[in-house]
């Protein structure tokens, strides 16, 4: 399976961006899907989760009701769509799939990572 994240850029606080995340490969497998974030400095957090058919959803607190994941089976695609954003969301972003049914929002429960993509927030 391979992700490619894209759709990150430099935006004013206040503004809005959407990631994307293609799925290519093996997409007849159920995958879960994840993103997270590293800004410079600190490790890799948790942002966002979708379980395999988008019947549910889990955020980090940083980011609820802000962001929203999405996804697009026919489209093998994952989406984020942050609005609201700050300048502490300033982080590359990366998105992961897990095998199963299940969502997850643990960095060692994810099998597969996109090369991430960046997103400064500027003040």
């Known amino acids: 399976v391979q992700l490619q994240a894209s759709g990150g850029g430099l935006v004013q606080a206040g503004g809005s961006l959407r990631l994307s995340c293609a799925i290519s490969g093996r997409t007849s497998t159920t995958y879960g899907m994840g993103w997270f974030r590293q800004a410079p400095g600190k490790e890799r957090e948790f942002a966002a989760a979708?379980?395999?058919?988008?019947?549910?959803?889990d955020y980090a607190d940083s980011v609820k009701g802000r962001f929203t994941i999405s996804r697009d089976n026919a489209k093998n695609t994952v989406y984020l769509e942050m609005n609201s954003l700050k300048p502490e969301d300033t982080a590359v972003y990366y998105c992961?799939?897990?095998?199963?049914?299940?969502?997850?929002?643990?960095?060692?429960?994810?099998?597969?990572w996109g090369q991430g993509t960046q997103v400064t927030v500027s003040s």
């Open positions: 979708i379980n395999w058919n988008g019947g549910r959803t």
């Open positions: 992961a799939a897990r095998r199963g049914l299940r969502i997850g929002n643990a960095i060692e429960e994810y099998d597969y």
